[in-house]
């Protein structure tokens, strides 16, 4: 099965390389793909359980779901991970 999510605080590649990794690494989630025009990640997934697990990590790492709580501390981390996600790019 396929899903998009609509996320908050994307900002660039960086974020979109952070996200990919931390996402694709989550067990019984593959073809992660970040669209930085529409703000939106896509994926291939086996169970809700498997959306629910991406939408915790994407909250954990600073992009929550369009419509959650977006607190100063998730922007935060956002921005502490497009940096990790520009690093890891080089």
């Not at 994926?43 to 100063?72: H, M, Q, R, W």
């Not at 981390?77 to 890891?88: D, E, P």
Request: one cysteine or more; aromatic letters at 4%.
């Amino acid at each position: 099965m396929n899903t998009i999510i609509n996320i908050q605080n994307l900002k660039c590649g960086g974020c979109a390389n952070t996200i990919i990794t931390k996402i694709s690494a989550i067990e019984n989630i593959s073809d992660v793909t970040v669209n930085n025009d529409s703000d939106t990640v896509s994926f291939k997934y086996k169970s809700d359980k498997d959306i629910t697990a991406v939408k915790n990590k994407l909250a954990d790492i600073g992009y929550p779901e369009v419509g959650e709580k977006n607190s100063l501390t998730s922007k935060a981390k956002s921005f502490v991970s497009c940096a990790s996600g520009r690093l890891n790019n080089t």
